[in-house]
């Protein structure tokens, strides 16, 4: 009978997944056409004084965009605030390392001024996203729209759908696959690093003590950049920031999958693309062809932002990001 159970609540939630994919067809770049007109050169306006003013923002607002899709579907609720701290923000894949908050709000700001009551902060995390990659040297893709903002966010939730850096490939695909994603995707998302800054952290189980052997460092690591990052990183300062993630950090370009190739990819997650024939395969070709991994990307993050979407009625349009509305 448990047995039984288990796969009735697995093919129940595996209807409502599709479901919600499926909703993502009702998407339109034309969405906003009528009601919002120069929606788009407001946001990317807004998005180019942001990043001016601070680069980092870039990998900021793409992550936002990111950590949402991934949990709940992207429905904005990655923004929402909680009195009692459970919300998507207060995890600790999120807390003290996801920004753009207060940005997010600046944007919803200026596009109330132009339309009120009319764009979803959804929508503005999927344009911001792209508007930021763009400003740093990506190729611009469409952004469907037509996302309504959902009602939950939950810690717990987040804890258990966002990919970790200390994934193995195969954890990766099977976390990719979750949302509906496949592995060219997961690879090709993972580019995204190559705007990315980290913290010492999660490097520092790679250089000291690996896989709890005294004076191991992870053989996957270059030796000479091993050597290197223990520079920036002792054993005991976890919050050091290590920053750039690949040679040109702070452009959007191929440099992060050449790194990975050279065995010099950050993360463990990073290093574990090449555990595997298929992502070496598309590793390969994304390092070797720039122009290739900046269309696959935008192509990726299309079908990324599709994820459980809320449409017509099943959502609604926030008046505030970091809260519902007021019934």
Not at 93 to 100: D, E
């Amino acid at each position: 009978m448990a047995l039984a159970g288990s796969r009735c609540a697995l093919i129940f939630s595996t209807i409502l997944f599709m479901a919600a994919v499926a909703s993502g067809a009702k998407l339109s770049k034309y969405h906003y056409y009528k009601t919002c007109p120069k929606l788009e050169t407001v946001v990317r306006n807004k998005v180019d004084e942001i990043v001016n003013a601070d680069l980092g923002m870039a990998p900021g607002l793409l992550r936002l965009h990111f950590h949402d899709c991934f949990v709940r579907g992207c429905d904005g609720s990655v923004l929402l605030d909680s009195a009692s701290n459970s919300a998507e923000k207060d995890a600790p894949p999120n807390f003290g390392s996801l920004r753009g908050f207060a940005e997010v709000d600046a944007i919803k700001d200026t596009v109330e001024s132009a339309c009120p009551g009319v764009v979803s902060c959804a929508d503005i995390l999927a344009l911001a996203a792209r508007d930021a990659v763009v400003k740093v040297g990506g190729k611009y893709w469409s952004v469907p729209l037509g996302r309504k903002d959902g009602f939950t966010s939950s810690l717990v939730e987040a804890n258990t759908s966002l990919p970790s850096p200390f994934m193995t490939f195969p954890q990766l695909v099977q976390n990719f696959a979750a949302v509906g994603l496949n592995a060219k995707d997961m690879v090709i998302l993972s580019g995204g690093h190559t705007i990315g800054q980290a913290h010492c952290a999660v490097v520092i189980p790679r250089l000291y003590n690996f896989n709890g052997v005294a004076g191991a460092t992870d053989p996957s690591l270059d030796p000479k950049f091993a050597n290197f990052l223990r520079t920036l990183c002792p054993s005991d300062e976890p919050l050091t920031f290590v920053g750039q993630m690949d040679a040109t950090n702070g452009t959007f370009d191929n440099k992060y999958f050449k790194a990975v190739k050279s065995r010099r990819g950050l993360f463990s997650s990073d290093a574990a693309l090449i555990t595997n024939s298929f992502g070496r395969r598309v590793v390969n070709i994304a390092a070797k062809y720039p122009g290739s991994f900046l269309k696959d990307f935008g192509k990726s993050m299309v079908k990324m932002g599709k994820i459980g979407v809320l449409t017509g009625s099943a959502g609604e349009i926030r008046q505030v990001c970091s809260a519902v509305n007021s019934s």
